[in-house]
């Protein structure tokens, strides 16, 4: 994969991550017409090509998306489908099957067999409450009628999407400086360091192996290849 920092190539990575944190919300109408309709797959096709995928990498994402336009031609991609799959996976009022929570994702992946009251509790949790420290530190300020905490899983790809936009942004402008974007590429390889990188890839990889909807599998597998890649760009980085 090329690790340029053009525009069009931040734009798309932009566009991906937000992408997939639409598709890992609760469904809404909007998305749902989205991959019946065409526009997410032709989307991906379009961002794929400009990120720079291998062509192994583009083979395997062109499969996944045939699978969803297949699932779409059936009459399997309804709002009402998607979201029992999504309450069934995910929001599932005793236990679901995966938890879209940082800490409570990574708690229950080591404890498979703890209780409730030692699980990490939902905005306080040391996970959570760093991701609003990074938030806040790249300029940041969620609405105070969030519903979730900041270490949700769509919230955290959606950060990453704003950060690669606004690299986007300046690989754009022509008074750039390279201590503008060095300032970025510190908050993005921060955030994957304590973050993303510790959860984000083994996420997808469970919805994968737990199969749980068709449509959500193929989109896992090509957010986990997507993911992957992202964090290749800043492995190798630590806190000095």
């Known amino acids: 994969m090329t690790y340029d920092t053009s525009p069009d190539r931040m ?3 932009a566009d991906f991550y937000q992408l997939m944190a639409i598709m890992f919300r609760l469904p ?6 989205g991959l019946v309709n065409g ?3 032709s989307g991906i096709k379009e961002m794929s090509d400009e990120i720079g995928f291998t062509n192994q990498q583009l083979s395997r994402i062109e499969k996944e998306l045939s699978v969803i336009e297949g699932q779409a031609k059936e009459g399997k991609i309804t709002l009402t489908l998607l979201r029992q799959a999504y ?3 995910f929001t599932h009022p005793k236990k679901p099957l995966i938890f879209p929570y940082e800490s409570q994702f990574l708690f229950w992946e080591a404890n498979p067999d ?13 996970a959570a409450l760093d991701t609003e420290r990074c938030y806040k530190k790249a300029g940041l300020k969620r609405s105070e009628d969030k519903n979730f905490p900041g270490d949700y899983l769509p919230t955290e790809l959606e950060f ?6 606004h690299m986007a942004k300046i690989s ?5 400086t390279e201590g503008d974007a060095s300032v970025v590429w510190q908050l993005i390889r921060e955030f994957d360091y304590y973050h993303l990188k510790k959860w984000g890839v083994d996420f997808f990889k469970k919805c994968i192996a737990l199969d749980f909807n068709p449509t959500y599998t193929s989109l896992a597998i090509i957010a986990a290849i997507f993911i992957e890649e992202m964090l290749s760009q800043t492995d190798g980085w630590s806190p000095a």
């Not at 990453?160 to 936009?165: E, I, N, Q, S, V």
Request: aromatic share 8%; glycine share 2%.
């Open 39 to 41: 526009d997410v797959v």
């Open 114 to 126: 703890s209780s409730y009251d030692l699980a990490p509790r939902l905005f306080v949790s040391d």
């Open 87 to 89: 309450t069934k996976a």
């Open 28 to 33: 809404h109408d909007t998305m749902v017409e």
């Open 11 to 13: 734009n798309a990575i």
């Open 172 to 176: 754009a402008s022509s008074t750039k």
């Open 160 to 165: 990453l999407g704003l950060l690669y936009d």
